[in-house]
């Protein structure tokens, strides 16, 4: 059998590749088995997630079961899935239109959980020259990476295969920006079920419904389902700012140290936000995930 094995009890350990609501498929040495997950694991809170590393015990044949989950280096529940270390957070400027509040609350979850992140802005075959840069605009001062796409014409996959090597990383945004469309274009042999966009209001269909992984070169990209409202992680309200990389860096410039660029005055954040070097819309909607947290923090 060519399963790998852990180092603690020499017991075969695997990769989720992808989940069932009763199975798995592991990926084990070279080969994929198909696991049954052991019952006791499907009650914990712990449920096995894409990307966890687990251990097997084989039960005959090609047959296991998944007995184990180890200690996992980063977990996300939307979209769910353990040990990525990059997001590739994927929006468009039109079809679907362009909502900025989505890609800051991913870039929000992504940062709370340790995870890097790359902006991906596809369609641009389908976007006029001034609003990708207005786009370009709204991210340059963050200090995010920002690869522009088109999936459909081939442009800049090369640049965004060599961000994914070795790396495990998850494509997260909203349904229909393309997500599965990029992972066929840049994984040979891949074939993942893309769908239209409703014509009417130019909204993903939700087509893709598991969470899996793909390898790409030396790397792991996970698609995801696509989604149309994100919820905050849990966070305390004085945390939010620490990940914004162009506030934290105004931060020991405000007049209070636990300044949380809100209703404070001597705050070198807002004072950056009226000199034009954060931008406002960003900042404008800082204040609205705040007010969230704060709001949730009363009930
Ligand atoms: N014009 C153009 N269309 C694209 C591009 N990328 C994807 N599409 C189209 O956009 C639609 C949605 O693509 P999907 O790959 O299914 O989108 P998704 O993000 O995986 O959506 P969900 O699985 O619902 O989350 C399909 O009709 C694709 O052909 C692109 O770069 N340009
Ligand atoms: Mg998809
Ligand atoms: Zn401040």
Redesign the pocket.
Known sequence: MSASSSDAGMQPVGLVMRTYSNYCDVRSGRCTYRCQVRGRLKLDRQAVLTGDQVVLEFIGGDRAMVTGILPRRTALTRPPIANADLAVI?FTAK?PPLNLGLVDRLLILARSEGLATLLCL?????AEPHELALVERHYGQTGYELVQ?????G?NLGTLVERLQGRTAV?A??????????L?AISPGTC??????SPKVQR?????RGVRLIPVGDGLVA?????VALELPQLEPRDLAGLYPEMAQHRSDCRFPDCIHDPEPGCAVKDAVERGEIDSGRYRRYLEFLHELQARRKY
């Open positions: 994927v079809s596809n369609k641009t075959d389908l796409t088109s999936a459909k014409h442009h494509l945004g909203q349904s229909g920006v393309g997500k599965s469309t990029l066929n993942l079920e893309v769908g239209e966009l993903g269909r939700h087509t893709t698609d995801t389902p696509g989604f």
